[in-house]
């Protein structure tokens, strides 16, 4: 089945500046790459995707970028606030053959200090 | 709109009962997953329905774990003679389905077996 590493595991960053949370999987079949912020005492809320057929999407401060090759896409989240501080989940999904479940990566614990 | 709800919230139990937990998901939303969240883990895979079939059981752990969704709406997921090893954050997903791959997941019902 799929391998989703991420990496690091937490992050500490000062407000304003930008973060990036890195994540590897080893299917090549897999095709969809989700990130999920977690707050605590909440349920994933899905903030940005992206599939294979692209290599950048970008929504307003955050960004994903995903090398197919490698095997390797990452989050970018520019101006960092406060309100950023949370446990941040990849997840990459090959629709099709598994139906389109998720496999997560361990999550990165993002402290923005003010 | 609403979002996908999960009852109850917090759910204590002796080693030994029986529980269950349920899934309201997003009206109209063809495809319910259930995961499960370890502490300071990311979500696992549990099951898979498309209305009401459940077309992919291979992560639940063992036999004491079932689920159901008889009319293809509201989902219930039973965990029988609860050990210590099922305290988690249960999280259920739903998505249209078809060519879409968004999930989006309730808030969980953290399960505790004294």
């Known amino acids: 089945g799929e391998n989703v590493e991420q990496h690091p595991s937490t992050l500490s960053v000062q407000e304003g500046d930008s973060a990036v949370i890195k994540c590897t999987y080893s299917d090549s079949a897999s095709n969809y790459f989700p990130w999920y912020k977690q707050e605590l005492g909440k349920g994933p809320q899905l903030i940005i995707d992206?599939?294979?057929?692209?290599g950048e999407k970008k929504d307003q401060r955050i960004a994903v970028t995903l090398n197919k090759t490698a095997k390797h896409f990452s989050l970018h989240i520019t101006e960092t606030q406060p309100e950023d501080s949370a446990v941040y989940f990849c997840a990459a999904s090959a629709r099709g053959s598994t139906l389109g479940r998720l496999y997560f990566g361990r999550g990165t614990q993002l402290t923005v200090w003010p | 709109g609403a979002g996908v709800s999960q009852s109850p919230r917090y759910k204590v139990a002796k080693r030994g009962q029986d529980v269950a937990l349920r899934c309201d998901p997003i009206s109209g939303h063809v495809s319910l997953f259930w995961y499960q969240q370890a502490l300071g883990q990311g979500p696992e895979f549990l099951t898979y329905f498309q209305n009401e079939a459940q077309l992919d059981k291979s992560g639940l752990p063992s036999d004491r774990f079932f689920a159901e969704r008889p009319e293809g709406s509201v989902s219930t997921l039973k965990i029988q003679r609860t050990q210590q090893e099922d305290s988690a954050v249960y999280l259920c997903?739903?998505?249209?389905?078809?060519?879409?791959?968004?999930?989006?997941f309730g808030p969980g019902t953290r399960l505790t077996v004294t």
């Open positions: 997903a739903s998505s249209l389905g078809g060519r879409t791959y968004e999930q989006y």
């Open positions: 992206i599939r294979s057929n692209v």
